[in-house]
């Protein structure tokens, strides 16, 4: 009665009104924003499909070029082997072995355009060379040996002749110890590669955000706050490099290995950079890294 007199009875009407309108709106907002969520990831999905078909288009479509140069014929590799440790070294010295009479043996790094000189000794199959390039050509003028090697630390490009095959172990494996450092969205590490075993001295590793879902973030939100943290990871992982420079650790060869999309942030801290896929923990991570970096691809034309 008190409540009618004083007016309050229509006020506390129209504020369960407007509470239940609020919460009405809330659940359409919560409805929504869950609609939202479900529709980005649908698209990411959608997208990463779209990347890998593209990816293959790419794949065959620069396959049909390759066999439409010049009317060239379709010709394959005869076979085709990983090389490291023990057996690239076997292979590295029966090349060391060939001798030949003056100018017998042709040793070419092939960068992009195929030399003269190992389209001529090659024909049809100089169309494999451009295939693996950037690789390592050896062949001889009788044809007995007729191969591409993939380096992991390849020279700059030459085409000789000689009496034996130019060989240098630096293109294949390092020379003493250097750094070497895997680089992730949300891994780092650093350590040391004799060419025989791999010591992890450093590492940084960060809470990133991977993939986007329910939860009320929006694309936009999560995007920008999903670079922020990687940001701040890169910025770490460099600092950690700059603590060991300057504590001499620093010095000779450094070779970064990892993500292409944070690989472009060392740009003109490494000597070498290389994408690889290693995954797992620190020490794992960087050991395989190592071993899919030094490992030379070797080609039988």
Not at 36 to 54: C, G, H, P, Y
Request: proline share 3%.
């Amino acid at each position: 009665m008190l409540d009618e007199l004083l007016g309050r009875a229509e006020l506390k009407e129209r504020i369960e009104e407007l509470e239940e309108e609020k919460r009405h709106l809330e659940r359409r907002a919560e409805a929504e924003e869950e609609r939202r969520s479900e529709a980005v990831r649908e698209r990411q999905e959608a997208e990463a499909e779209i990347n890998r078909l593209e990816t293959r288009v790419e794949e065959l479509e620069h396959r049909v070029e390759r066999l439409s140069e010049d009317g060239e014929a379709e010709v394959e590799f005869r076979g085709t082997e990983d090389l490291r440790g023990d057996r690239l070294e076997e292979v590295l010295s029966r090349l060391d072995s060939v001798t030949t009479g003056p100018e017998g043996a042709l040793s070419a790094m092939v960068e992009d355009r195929v030399p003269e000189s190992v389209a001529d000794a090659l024909g049809e199959r100089a169309a494999l060379v451009r295939r693996a390039a950037p690789c390592l050509v050896y062949t001889d003028d009788a044809g007995v040996v007729s191969a591409v090697l993939e380096p992991p630390t390849p020279p700059a490009a030459f085409d000789e002749w000689g009496s034996s095959f130019r060989v240098d172990r630096s293109w294949f494996r390092p020379e003493g110890s250097v750094r070497v450092a895997l680089v992730r969205s949300d891994l780092f590490a650093l350590g040391r590669f004799d060419g025989e075993e791999v010591t992890l001295e450093d590492d940084v590793e960060s809470d990133v955000m991977n993939a986007h879902s329910k939860g009320g973030f929006s694309q936009a939100r999560f995007e920008r706050r999903r670079d922020e943290q990687v940001s701040n990871h890169v910025d770490r992982s460099k600092e950690v490099l700059q603590a060991h420079a300057a504590d001499g650790d620093g010095d000779g060869t450094l070779v970064v290995l990892g993500e292409r999309t944070v690989l472009g942030e060392f740009e003109g801290l490494a000597d070498h950079r290389a994408t690889v896929d290693a995954s797992g923990e620190p020490e794992e991570a960087l050991r395989e890294a190592v071993r899919e970096f030094w490992t030379t691809r070797l080609s039988r034309l």
